[in-house]
């Protein structure tokens, strides 16, 4: 009999809502056959199973086992697609490698299998990525925890905050590595092993498969490693360092925000190598959540600054405007760091009075998002109206390059790219909305959306 349970990595206890699953392995193999004939022939007895995501034993354990110790779970993606292994959410690194069944497809297989109904693929979502939360706070508060999850975790490679990237077919892959490899990688350019506690940790898969990154070409001062060669890393590593702002429009959504993290982590650890009381260098912990002075004890946490950006309209049109450091043609919402004691609500007010000189009259929160360029900002987006009847516009020459009201039908063709043209210093450039990633992008669609229902007719 195969034993699935939800127990935490305790021992199992019956939940209130899941009871414990109790199938035989022959109901398991006839489920995975159904969906992979490729599963291997039977070697051994299946020993307990551990759903995914479930605290600190399912954490250290392999996620399921065969008799034969073969691994189907955390770690696999990135022996199983060699040096260069992928994240899983690009659905590049679902290599399955003969006689081992793909571990997204076991995990959701087991769940299947043992509880069939509505209610438990519900309770099952919210289980997993909360076990999965807990799994991360528990290694950013034990260094120790941390520590054994680098052996099986992988690893990002920056090098001066220039992500490592490899080019298939005009899309940037983020190749990861194991520790092993990296180990080799280090001992190849003269370094030793301790240098990965520069390494900061950034997510993990819903395996608990800790994901790290690490860059090679920064000093730090708790370590005396020296920057190792860029151009002889890219090319023992088949790969190149990329600024990330230039790769951002190359790489798909999940891999941004991972690299987003990741850069914005090391940048800032870069920046706070010192305590600013005492001046005695700071020490990281093992993940890389704070730094802490050792004469002091100070704790210094990682940190971002509160931005606001407001697309602002009057009804039928939207406010655009742009500085001069923009590309020819691109125009944006508006946006502002928050002052030190406002809310955001007082922080979208003065910056459209700012910036344009309007009142605003109407205030609806959109939504957030993480942006690390230059440093980590937490942009927090909102749709905003006018007082009707107070729409003329004063541009703060200090702050903007110029700010125009633009009509539904200008908007939607610049989120399609095509057809409209802007006067600018005397020559038309074709005008245009920030890219897809950016929050301001999201706020202009969603003006767009809204607008184009509402003058839907009745
Ligand atoms: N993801 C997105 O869709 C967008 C993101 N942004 C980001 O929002 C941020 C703010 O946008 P802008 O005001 O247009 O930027 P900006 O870079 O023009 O900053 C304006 C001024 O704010 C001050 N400043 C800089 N850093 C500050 C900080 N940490 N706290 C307080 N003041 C600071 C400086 O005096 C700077 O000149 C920028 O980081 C920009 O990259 C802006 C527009 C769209």
Redesign the pocket.
Known sequence: MLTICDCGGQKPTPHPRVPLGLVSEHQVRKELGKINRAIPPREGTFKKVLVPGAGTEAAAAPTVRGGTGAEVGRGAPSRAAGPAGQHEGTGRGAASPAGKVPRDLTMSLYCRIAFRGKSFCCYRLLSTYVTKTRYLFELKEDDDACKKAQQTGTFYLFHSLAPLLQTSEHRYLVPRFSLSELERLLSKFGQNAQRIEDSVLIGCSEQHEAWFALDLGLNSSSSTHASLPKSEMETELKGSFIELRKALFQLNPVDSSLLFTAQSLLHWHDGHQFCSRSGQPTKKNMAGSKRVCPSNKIIYYPQM?P?V?TLVSDGTRCLLAR?SSFPKGLY??L???CDMGESVEEAVRREVAEEVGLELERLQYSAS?H?P???S?L?IACHATVKPGQTEIQVNLR?LEAAAWFSYAEVAAALKRKGTYIQQQNQSFPFSV?PKL????QLIKEWVEKHACSSLPD
């Open positions: 600054a931005v950006i500085q944006s919402a946006a502002g760091f998002q942006w360029f230059p440093n900002s942009m702050e920030p950016a929050i301001a992008h």
